[in-house]
């Protein structure tokens, strides 16, 4: 039996990918490499358990033919649905490209499930789902939910498309509600940009907006090790989990600060204005992970110590590359 990962090669899909064969599952995994790459899978593909394939999961056709001849070998029996646009300010550019690449890569895998008679799906949703709430705190049962970019707004588009499923042909689903989530191979986000930025002007760090935009992190780790217990131990047929930290989370100018700190000492900070870093960003979000916590799952860091261990890694990682 096979477990399958849309999205293998990005920066949560190569981690999953890992510990799914620790734990000795055969792991099957498709990407078109348009924001994951080929080189976060070096150790996994010489693995005897693990398969990769460059596919266009938005081809309805060309995903079909690769699907079923995977489903052929060794049925598949749970798919991790990780594939989606990660740039949020791409998808404010071009709305295009979160409905190619995050709902209809969705919608395509729901319909081969359907044809092929896989009946158990897990997705990496997001914390954007929610929209803007300032200061409340947000549980998986709050609503309305209003996402107020295109990347919220298509992944909230895939929960009802999953959602509906489970009337017709899925006996299983797994939401995941993502905060934002560090560590390596990293491929986006302020810390990946900062790093970046002071290897090119050591002296000076610009930043997008105040630096008072306040959110919860989460390791990459951590975040895999939750998925996992939530899939082993959850007893709902819709399963739907907010996963973070037990905390509200730190500021951008405490990350800013502490990249500085770590790859340009003494480098000037230069915030810009406005709470928002860019359109479609939610400048402060706190929301509740009770109900993670009752099923038994606390996170092994904190905000910060997420942060710090993130920065070191991407600090790492980008002189290797």
Partial sequence: MTTFITGVAGFVGANLAASLL???????????????ARHNLAALLKHPKFGFEVVDLSDLNAYRIAFRAVHTRDPVVHVWHLAANSDIPAGVADPNVDLRDTFMTTFNT????????????????????????????????????????????????????????????????????????IGVPATHGAIYDFVRKLRATPDRLEVLGDGTQQKCY??????????????????ERLACYNIGAHDEGVTVRFIAEQVVAAVAPG??????????????????FAYSVDRLAALGWRPRLSSAEAVRKAIAQVAVQEVVL
Avoid at 24 to 32: C, P
Avoid at 157 to 178: D, K, N, P, V, Y
Avoid at 267 to 284: E, M, S
């Fill in 22 to 36: 620790a734990r000795g599952e055969r792991v099957v995994g498709f990407d078109n490499l348009c924001r994951g």
């Fill in 110 to 181: 729901l319909i081969l499930m359907r044809e092929l008679g896989v009946k158990s799906i897990a997705f990496a949703s997001s914390s954007a789902v929610y929209g803007d709430h300032g200061d409340r705190v947000l549980s998986e049962d709050s609503g309305p939910l209003f996402p107020i970019s295109n990347y919220g707004a298509m992944k909230l588009a895939s929960e009802g498309a999953i959602s509906a499923a489970l009337e017709s042909h899925l006996e299983h689903a797994f939401l995941f509600r993502f905060p934002n989530v």
């Fill in 218 to 235: 989460l390791h990459v780790e951590d975040l895999v090790e939750a998925m996992l217990f939530i899939q082993d131990r959850a007893s």
């Fill in 267 to 284: 480098a000037r900070i230069a915030f810009g204005r406005g709470k928002r870093g860019w359109v479609g960003d939610v400048p402060r």
